[in-house]
């Protein structure tokens, strides 16, 4: 099993799913090909749904857990047997999951917060929210940090998630331009979706 910074550099995408179709949403971006995907805590019954979904995750895929904030919420991804975990900022519960040994994508937007998020043994970076500098905030942020994996997140649709892996990010977040309104079309989001990531080399 390759370990999560491959699995970011390999799949180039995160879906993020939240709302209540959240276990049919899993098996279907599953199905269509994505090996990353991240339920966050704001959707109804999240843990129980990964509790659910722990089992039927591919061998290569990895189901995750998102909007950590605490370092109760990362005991509580383990025990429901979450793969990797992400928070929309940089605070004691990073450094708790570096801890546990559940990897964690570590919400960042400032050069502080980046040096902290190291500092704290995060291995990439969320850049969120990365619509508030687009990319050229990206590459102005890779300057002083050009190893930094930093995969951006909100606001990213398909022509911005190619904009930012053209740019040095090493992979993208996305969420409502993926899941859209429902279940209805999701496959073929996902797989135009995946398309145009793993072309923008």
Do not use: C, Q
Not at 48 to 70: F, H, K, M, N, S
Not at 93 to 100: K, L
Not at 131 to 140: H, K, N, P, Q, T
Request: charged content about 20%; aromatic content about 4%; overall charge negative.
């Amino acid at each position: 099993m390759v370990d999560f910074s491959t699995a970011l550099e390999a799949g180039r995408l995160v879906a993020i799913v939240r709302g209540d179709d959240a276990r049919a949403a899993v098996r279907v971006l599953f199905e269509s090909g994505v090996r990353l995907v991240e339920i966050s805590l704001t959707s109804p019954d999240a843990l129980a749904v990964i509790a659910d979904l722990a089992g039927e995750t591919p061998d290569d895929g990895w189901l995750g857990v998102g909007t950590i904030r605490t370092p109760r919420d990362v005991d509580d991804a383990l025990a429901a047997g979450a793969r990797f975990a992400v928070s929309p900022a940089t605070t004691a519960a990073v450094g708790h999951s570096v801890e546990s040994g559940l990897p964690v994508l570590a919400g960042v937007l400032t050069p502080t917060e980046v040096e902290t998020a190291l500092a704290y043994g995060a291995r990439a970076l969320k850049l969120f929210p990365a619509s508030l500098g687009g990319v050229d905030y990206l590459e102005a942020l890779r300057a002083p940090f050009p190893d930094v994996p930093f995969v951006p997140v909100g606001g990213v649709g398909v022509d911005e998630a190619v904009a930012y892996l053209k740019a040095g990010a090493v992979a993208v977040g996305v969420g409502s331009p993926l899941m859209g309104t429902g279940l209805d079309g999701l496959a073929d989001r996902a797989k135009r979706l995946l398309d145009a990531v793993r072309g923008a080399r």
